[in-house]
């Protein structure tokens, strides 16, 4: 049996930047030797001399990858916590274990949430892929326009700009995040809405705004970027005669359509960078929408409208005074 004594503590918890929690195995069960400062801001207070089991339950923290956390932790095996956060996308933890050893405790160290941050290997997808798309448009037209002229070819040129400099800042936003947004002014959401409408290629879809959405301080560039991106994934994922609807709810807004909506076990990870239900997506979207949401102290939660389609909800949106 593990020791939690304090003079057998060799890791130095309270100096490790990440949350991490000590451990002993008392009669086959893992229970909380200490935690660090960071554990306590990060997932909460917990009591020592419990089983850790129990104190992840009642911090809100589901395991994923083992069949048991009793095992894991015995075994020094890694695995995903997810910690609930009062919306869908929840905090995934990538968990490393130390399994006890000569008397000394475990250690379990909550690593950066995974989907935090853009992964590389994502990054040289959109650069090579995404980018070149519009990079390969825009050379054809140009050299179609020299050619034959017309100014239709460099208007096509134009939208191929303006389509990987959307392209840019949104991976600019997922990666410096507070960097690019300034919530400074108080912003009239509903006419954000309307005018982000205006610069989508929504074809035959629809747009209904509700008159009594709030006046928020915000960054108004990027609370445009916000409802532009929750339009696209509407008429993507909806079709082209969708109906939108954007409406207020008591402590936000929300974007609803009447598509076909999204299965109960990808709400999960809808917002997570990367991840697209369509072969031709980017998976950048919505991640930057719950991006834009955080930044400005926002959540953001996918769930059914009415109609059976795809209801995105704000929270946390406190009115300008």
Same mark, same amino acid.
């Given at each position: 049996?593990?020791?939690?004594?304090?003079?057998?503590?060799?890791?130095?918890?309270?100096?490790?930047?990440?949350?991490?929690?000590?451990?002993?195995?008392?009669?086959?069960?893992?229970?909380?030797?200490?935690?660090?400062?960071?554990?306590?801001?990060?997932?909460?207070?917990?009591?020592?001399?419990?089983? @850790?089991?129990?104190?992840?339950? +009642? #911090?809100? $923290? &589901?395991?994923?990858?083992?069949?048991? *956390? =009793? /095992?894991?932790?015995?075994?020094?095996?890694?695995?995903?916590?997810?910690?609930?956060?009062?919306?869908?996308?929840?905090?995934?933890?990538?968990?490393?274990?130390?399994?006890?050893?000569?008397?000394?405790?475990?250690?379990?160290?909550?690593?950066?949430?995974?989907?935090?941050?853009?992964?590389?290997?994502?990054?040289?997808?959109?650069?090579?892929?995404?980018?070149?798309?519009?990079?390969?448009?825009?050379?054809?037209?140009?050299?179609?326009?020299?050619?034959?002229?017309?100014?239709?070819?460099?208007?096509?040129?134009?939208?191929?700009?303006?389509?990987?400099?959307?392209?840019?800042?949104?991976?600019?936003?997922?990666?410096?995040?507070?960097?690019?947004?300034?919530?400074?002014?108080?912003?009239?959401?509903?006419?954000?809405?309307?005018?982000?409408?205006?610069? @989508?290629?929504?074809?035959?879809? +629809? #747009?209904? $705004? &509700?008159?009594?959405?709030?006046?928020? *301080? =915000? /960054?108004?560039?990027?609370?445009?970027?916000?409802?532009?991106?929750?339009?696209?994934?509407?008429?993507?994922?909806?079709?082209?005669?969708?109906?939108?609807?954007?409406?207020?709810?008591?402590?936000?807004?929300?974007?609803?359509?009447?598509?076909?909506?999204?299965?109960?076990?990808?709400?999960?990870?809808?917002?997570?960078?990367?991840?697209?239900?369509?072969?031709?997506?980017?998976?950048?979207?919505?991640?930057?929408?719950?991006?834009?949401?955080?930044?400005?102290?926002?959540?953001?939660?996918?769930?059914?409208?009415?109609?059976?389609?795809?209801?995105?909800?704000?929270?946390?949106?406190?009115?300008?005074?």
């Amino acid at each position: 049996m593990s020791d939690c004594s304090p003079d057998r503590r060799s890791f130095p918890v309270e100096r490790y930047p990440d949350p991490v929690c000590t451990y002993a195995i008392v009669d086959g069960e893992p229970v909380v030797c200490s935690v660090n400062t960071a554990f306590e801001s990060t997932l909460g207070a917990v009591e020592t001399d419990v089983s @850790v089991r129990d104190a992840l339950d +009642t #911090l809100g $923290v &589901a395991v994923e990858g083992v069949d048991d *956390v =009793a /095992d894991a932790l015995a075994d020094g095996t890694d695995f995903t916590a997810m910690l609930e956060t009062g919306d869908a996308t929840g905090r995934r933890y990538p968990v490393r274990t130390v399994p006890p050893e000569e008397g000394d405790p475990g250690v379990v160290v909550f690593t950066e949430p995974a989907g935090d941050e853009l992964g590389i290997d994502h990054v040289a997808s959109v650069v090579s892929h995404d980018l070149r798309n519009p990079l390969d448009v825009a050379k054809a037209r140009l050299e179609a326009g020299r050619e034959l002229g017309g100014d239709e070819h460099f208007e096509h040129v134009a939208q191929a700009h303006e389509r990987m400099e959307r392209i840019i800042q949104d991976v600019l936003t997922l990666a410096r995040g507070d960097d690019v947004v300034n919530p400074s002014e108080p912003v009239d959401l509903g006419a954000v809405a309307e005018c982000a409408w205006e610069t @989508v290629d929504t074809e035959g879809a +629809t #747009l209904a $705004v &509700a008159d009594d959405l709030p006046t928020a *301080v =915000a /960054d108004t560039d990027r609370v445009t970027r916000l409802f532009e991106n929750l339009f696209r994934n509407s008429v993507e994922h909806g079709g082209t005669t969708v109906n939108i609807t954007v409406g207020r709810r008591e402590d936000g807004f929300y974007v609803a359509d009447d598509g076909p909506g999204i299965p109960d076990d990808e709400r999960g990870q809808v917002f997570d960078p990367g991840y697209s239900s369509d072969d031709h997506g980017t998976g950048l979207g919505l991640a930057i929408v719950a991006r834009i949401a955080d930044c400005h102290g926002w959540s953001v939660e996918a769930t059914d409208s009415d109609s059976g389609g795809a209801r995105i909800e704000v929270r946390g949106v406190d009115p300008a005074t």
